[in-house]
């Protein structure tokens, strides 16, 4: 159980690294949650970097968490993935919300 937005941001970044689509859609607000998830077995995600945090600490209800994750492509192309991701607390629970892709 992620005790942070931050905590369950890296959490996610592991989950897509590890191709676990099912605690990706757990994880998932219920009111943006997409009915599946697609993953791409040939993207490596390979580096999470926290760029910026807002809120989202063990006692609040939402939080932003700003991130690069460094990726490799089918093709072997390095790619980064820069988001401001929106978090929030469902049932006592972290859950992903929503992000806005950066750059």
Avoid: C
Avoid at 38 to 44: G, R
Avoid at 76 to 96: C, D, M, P, Q
């Amino acid at each position: 159980m992620a005790d942070t937005a931050e905590d369950l941001m890296r959490s996610r970044f592991s989950a897509f690294a590890l191709g676990l689509d099912v605690y990706l859609l757990a994880s998932w607000h219920l009111a943006t949650r997409p009915a599946t998830l697609k993953l791409d077995p040939a993207t490596v995600w390979r580096k999470l970097q926290i760029v910026d945090t807002v809120d989202g600490g063990p006692s609040a209800d939402i939080g932003v968490v700003e991130f690069r994750a460094s990726l490799r492509n089918a093709d072997g192309a390095a790619g980064v993935l820069h988001e401001r991701s929106r978090f929030a607390r469902v049932g006592g629970l972290w859950t992903y919300f929503d992000g806005d892709i950066l750059d």
